[in-house]
Nanobody, 123 residues
């Protein structure tokens, strides 16, 4: 069982940066691949970024590649999403998710989810 709590969302202007955190409970956190997904009003949940259980491999949606960076600190049971050069189209609720073993870009493959944190980017 893994419980996830996101934090760090807020209201920012276009071009600003924001760092999201996701704190996980559970003694086997390091065995889980982790992902960030987002969902804007009226839209489907979409993949943003994922990181392997070792942290050695990262994956990004094309829309955020070069602007967002996912990382993890297994000693702190925490993953991060550094978001730079934010755009109004990045506005959404952001969710972290955990999946045992390998990563995936499909939200249906993730078993554990946080409650989400809201990010609003004004133009």
């Amino acid at each position: 069982q893994v419980q996830l709590i996101e934090s760090g969302g807020g209201l920012v202007q276009a071009g600003d940066s924001l760092r999201l955190s996701c704190a996980a409970s559970g003694r086997t956190f390091s065995s889980y691949a982790m992902g960030w997904f987002r969902q804007a009003p009226g839209k489907e949940r979409e993949f943003v970024a994922a990181i392997s259980w070792t942290g050695g491999h990262t994956y990004y949606a094309d829309s955020v590649k070069g602007r967002f960076t996912i990382s993890r600190d297994n000693a702190k049971n925490t993953i991060y999403l550094q978001m730079n050069s934010l755009k109004p189209e990045d506005t959404a609720d952001y969710y972290c998710a955990a999946r045992f073993s390998t990563h995936s870009t499909y939200f249906t493959d993730y078993k554990y989810w946080g409650q989400g944190t809201q990010v609003t980017v004004s133009s």
